[in-house]
């Protein structure tokens, strides 16, 4: 992150450290500590080596707005809802990232010719490896999605077997969520419906709510891509809320549409609706555009049989027995006389690297899961660190103007509308919302994309992975075609819906100030991601679908009361930032609550405490919340000697002013 990418997370330190500055200024009639005018300190702290080291220091001291912002953003009163405070800090990370860009564009001109040549022929060599990354990340995801199916697609077949559980729509709903996560792809468990439905296994109305949950289901893979930023925090903060907007969005559409589902069929009428007045006819195949450039390559690596997964949950006890690795690829179809049945002879094995592999299904999905994730990390890693270095100066300028900026007044609303187009035609051309949502998703971690953009575009996504599901249904046989139309218009239907629920009043925009949230909470908290992870997409669905299990008795006791409470605690929390007046005192705020019940703090202490006994205690107390446990760092072990103004900001060491060298150039610190 060009601005303080090199200091790490130290805004307050240098905020705080600003504004002591500013006030001593306005003190002394603009003159320095030690006589010098404040254009002469300004002259030669820009030769300094320590604002060559941190372009930290260079925004906030050239700065002559910046510092109020910033003021505004760390000492913002504590009314103010950090939904809004992460929505404005969005907007003054655009700004400060643009001024940054623009000093650097700045000093190209005193740069020498060879230092100028040098600078544009190292980014012209960086593009063809950005683009080798970004192919090598989305394979990663695909051998990524055979990984799941091999570990775990027996198990989602076999849960499809389970009518009466299907009929259940809460129990639909979590099998949806549960199956996708399991085989990391929404189409293959749409594909897996659709078949179900095609053969009379499961009615239309029961293949909804799973429809419903395969689509949050598959939002878990730029959740886990944004974990991969965790290293540093403000980039992290904005990855997972560009990511979890994403799950935000379904959740709640899901608790509106499904209700109304179960009591109007409003999905299953309008689809039918669709469908009758449609004339259908069997058409081509959905075009594979994406797959084209990467089968390739993850064909060499591992061909998988989806018919397999299909044919289990459809009832055929013969494919329990079977691998799900290909291992022909080629057969001929034999006529038997004496026989009904068809006969095929295998003529040509596969050429990847698992073909003739003895180990199981399991051991072998573990394999690539672990050889996946490895790669889908260091990709990332060094996609971000490129994206780094290239979104700077005139490109940064360009690609805000063109991702951020809204049409002029009065068509503002038309950009985000166009944002959803965007993201639509993008999902169609590589066929899937992962790769597109988790291609974002590092854009969204640097800052090049807001998150107020990034919603749209998520929604498109949404759209367009429909759309596909849309075409490959027409591409079903005469006599399977009407229920797979219907249920992937059933799909289509459910997030045009969603859009018109959560996008066109902003007032209704919730998914954004959901995601700031969980954004803020991971950025202070880190563990706070992977809890998330588990808690939205196993814990959660596997209680829910034990109490729709235990009866609608069971569930209804409890949850209705968990329900209600959540409910209170979100209206109390509205009202005491906008109306406190109409509260009780008592209820004006939670200090009658203990701790652990209004923060995450104290587990935070306990976490911290566990994972870091018998260790030292590094970065700066800003970084990491200290305990009394925690030995003190040392500038010996974790910190360079060479500037001790740095190494306070760096690693949170003492620093006193009297002990200030030339080598500094003046540099106060209060």
């Not at 950005?130 to 198990?155: E, M, N, P, T």
């Not at 596969?350 to 990709?379: E, N, P, Q, R």
């Not at 950009?415 to 969204?444: E, K, N, R």
């Not at 701790?595 to 703090?601: C, F, R």
Request: hydrophobic share 45%; glycine share 6%.
């Amino acid at each position: 992150m060009p601005v303080f990418c090199d200091v790490g997370v130290r805004h307050e330190a240098l905020v705080t450290w600003y504004i002591s500055q500013e006030n001593k200024s306005k003190s002394t009639e603009s003159i320095g500590h030690d006589g010098r005018t404040e254009q002469e300190e300004k002259n030669q702290l820009e030769t300094s080596p320590l604002t060559q080291k941190s372009n930290s220091i260079i925004v906030i001291l050239h700065s002559q707005v910046f510092p109020l912002y910033l003021d505004n953003l760390f000492y913002t009163p504590k009314t103010v809802s950090r939904g809004v405070r992460c929505s404005y800090y969005r907007r003054i990370f655009i700004k400060l990232y643009l001024f940054t860009a623009k000093a650097q564009h700045l000093t190209m001109e005193t740069l020498s010719k060879l230092q100028r040549m040098r600078m544009v022929a190292s980014t012209v060599c960086k593009i063809p490896l950005l683009l080798l990354l970004l192919y090598f990340f989305v394979c990663s995801l695909d051998i990524l999605s055979s990984a799941f199916q091999l570990a775990g697609g027996k198990v989602a077949g076999d849960i499809f077997q389970k009518n009466a559980i299907l009929s259940n729509p809460v129990a639909g709903l979590v099998v949806g969520i549960l199956v996708t996560v399991l085989v990391q792809s929404s189409s293959t468990s749409t594909s897996i419906i659709v078949s179900l439905v095609s053969s009379g296994l499961l009615d239309v109305p029961s293949a909804i709510p799973i429809i419903m949950g395969s689509n949050i289901g598959t939002s878990v893979t730029n959740t886990i891509v944004a974990l991969m930023q965790a290293g540093e925090r403000e980039e992290f903060e904005r990855a997972f809320a560009g990511a979890t907007v994403h799950d935000c969005f379904n959740w709640l559409s899901v608790l509106v549409l499904l209700p109304l589902e179960a009591v109007s069929g409003l999905l299953r009428r309008l689809s039918q609706a669709v469908v009758d007045t449609l004339q259908l006819s069997s058409g081509d195949e959905a075009p594979e555009l994406l797959k084209v450039i990467t089968e390739p390559l993850t064909k060499l690596i591992i061909q998988l049989d989806g018919s397999v997964i299909t044919a289990i949950a459809t009832g055929d006890q013969s494919a329990k027995n079977k691998s799900l690795v290909k291992q022909w690829c080629q057969t001929t179809t034999l006529k038997v006389i004496l026989s009904s049945s068809l006969c095929f002879k295998q003529t040509q094995k596969c050429m990847h690297l698992f073909v003739d592999c003895t180990l199981s299904d399991l051991a072998i999905g573990l394999i690539l899961l672990a050889c996946s994730l490895l790669v889908l990390c260091s990709c990332l890693i060094t996609l971000v660190k490129l994206l780094n270095s290239l979104l700077k100066g005139q490109v940064a300028n360009a690609i805000n103007n063109v991702v951020n900026t809204d049409f002029p007044y009065p068509f503002t609303w038309l950009a985000g509308y166009l944002a959803i187009l965007v993201g639509a035609g993008m999902t169609f051309l590589v066929q899937s919302s992962s790769v597109f949502t988790s291609a974002i998703t590092p854009l969204i971690g640097i800052g090049v994309i807001s998150i107020e953009r990034a919603y749209p575009l998520t929604l498109g996504s949404n759209l367009g992975t429909t759309t596909t599901a849309t075409l490959a249904a027409l591409a079903s046989p005469g006599d399977k075609l009407a229920a797979a139309t219907q249920v992937a218009l059933c799909h289509f239907f459910f997030n045009l819906l969603g859009i018109l629920l959560w996008y066109p009043i902003p007032a209704t925009r919730l998914p954004i100030r959901m995601a700031c949230a969980l954004g803020n909470h991971t950025a202070r908290y880190r563990w706070f991601a992977v809890l998330y992870l588990l808690l939205c997409f196993l814990l959660l669905p596997s209680l829910i679908f034990g109490l729709s299990m235990a009866g609608w008795k069971v569930m209804t006791g409890i949850g209705v009361p968990i329900i209600t409470v959540i409910i209170f605690v979100a209206t109390v929390n509205i009202l005491q930032v906008q109306r406190p007046d109409c509260l009780p005192p008592r209820l004006q705020n939670w200090d009658f609550l203990p701790g652990w019940m209004t923060s995450l703090q104290p587990l935070d202490d306990v976490i911290t405490r566990v994972t870091l006994s018998g260790c030292c205690e590094v970065g700066p107390p800003w970084v990491r919340p200290a305990h009394p446990t925690a030995a003190k760092p040392t500038p010996q072990t974790h910190c360079s000697d060479a500037e001790p103004f740095l190494n306070h900001l760096l690693c949170g060491t003492e620093y006193y002013p009297a002990e200030r060298s030339h080598s500094h150039h003046g540099i106060p610190f209060s």
